[in-house]
């Protein structure tokens, strides 16, 4: 069995004939991996951001097909076709009873080793699925990114947009593209993109999903102004990481307005101005995906979302074969490939 190993902070490994897993307890599920997608939390962990001693698994954004479902597997079949979301909790905790479902379990009990490996091993029961279910016609690199559509939909949530309303993206990486997407899908009047990276900005401008703005340009804000309203867009998103932005997010969002945070802060925010938030009645709250968005039938929401903007998801996946996965871990970092996905075949 191959695998991608993070041996040591900014220290990967290829490495092969690795024991294959045997055991399987009751309730997890044996996957042979498809495919894996990079997240920015894989490369904080490369970074020593995280903690390498705190993490059982390595990969979370797979698809792939079932090889063993054990027993109690809440439906997973083998020969299924699945990808990782996090689509159903335990609903009785006290998390679950209080609509912080994200909060029910960490990762760290559901999942060994992780998706960049040739196999993983996932729970999957009534209480805790892990897994859904894909469509014959989603493509496995494709599905790899059902996760971070999970969290991007929970950011499109949280943002409560209603129809004509404008929105303002800071940070084009897949989270801030894949929410605007899906907001635009919601009925967002305008959608606008912020963000720094030349090379990020070129490639967007190339694939024309979303309007963009440079941020280094000296008159960024008159150009969001100009697309949107010179009062300030309704809904600001703020998925940069960076905690100095949320500066230009309070000039950004029009009095009155609503602040989605959903960046991962590593830095504390230094000398940022807050009287913004009591000037302009604002109202700010997180995001943290991914959230078990389900219909009333039980199907996964952010399936069927995958479904519908397939085409434009597709635009943002660069795909690496195995034996490339430390260029493809090199790319996601440089910001080349908006969102690097490792096949195993
Ligand atoms: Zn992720
Ligand atoms: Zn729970």
Redesign the pocket.
């Known amino acids: 069995m191959r695998r991608i190993a993070l041996v040591d902070y900014g220290k990967l490994e290829l490495q092969n004939g690795i024991a294959e897993i045997k055991e399987l307890q009751q309730g997890t599920v044996k996957i042979a991996v498809k495919a894996c997608?990079i997240?920015?939390?894989?490369i904080a962990l490369y970074r020593g951001q995280r903690s390498l001693k705190d993490e059982r698994y390595f990969g979370?954004?797979f698809s792939g097909i079932v090889t063993d479902a054990g027993t109690q597997a809440n439906g997973i079949k083998v020969g299924m076709r699945v990808a990782s979301e996090l689509s159903r909790t335990c609903g009785q905790c006290w998390n679950c009873l209080n609509g912080l479902k994200n909060y029910c379990k960490s990762m760290n009990n559901a999942l060994l080793p992780g998706g960049f490996s040739e196999e993983t091993l996932v729970l999957n029961t009534p209480e805790y699925s892990f897994l859904s279910q894909i469509p014959d016609s989603l493509d496995f690199e494709t599905a790899a990114l059902l996760?971070?559509t999970n969290?991007a939909f929970r950011i499109a949530h949280q943002a409560n947009i209603t129809p004509g309303g404008s929105v303002v993206i800071f940070g084009l990486g897949a989270m801030g593209i894949i929410s605007a997407l899906i907001l635009k899908s919601l009925g967002a009047r305008k959608v606008v993109g912020v963000d720094r990276s030349l090379q990020r900005l070129q490639k967007l401008r190339s694939l024309s999903l979303i309007d963009v703005v440079n941020g280094n340009d000296t008159n960024w804000l008159e150009q969001v102004q100009e697309m949107t309203s010179s009062k300030g867009a309704d809904i600001v998103i703020e998925a940069t990481g960076a905690t100095s932005v949320l500066g230009d997010v309070f000039k950004t969002v029009r009095p009155g307005g609503r602040i989605v945070v959903a960046s991962v802060y590593h830095a504390p925010a230094g000398d940022l101005t807050l009287l913004p938030i009591m000037r302009k009645e604002l109202t700010i709250v997180g995001a943290k995906?991914?959230y078990p968005h389900i219909t009333s039938e039980g199907k996964s929401i952010p399936v069927q979302i995958m479904m519908k903007l397939q085409k434009e998801l597709q635009k943002l996946v660069t795909v690496y074969d195995y034996k490339d996965a430390l260029q493809a871990f090199e790319d996601a970092m440089s910001g080349t490939a908006i969102k690097a996905v490792i096949r195993f075949n």
């Not at 997240?39 to 894989?42: E, F, K």
């Open positions: 997608s997240c920015g939390s894989d979370h954004e996760e971070p969290c995906g991914p």
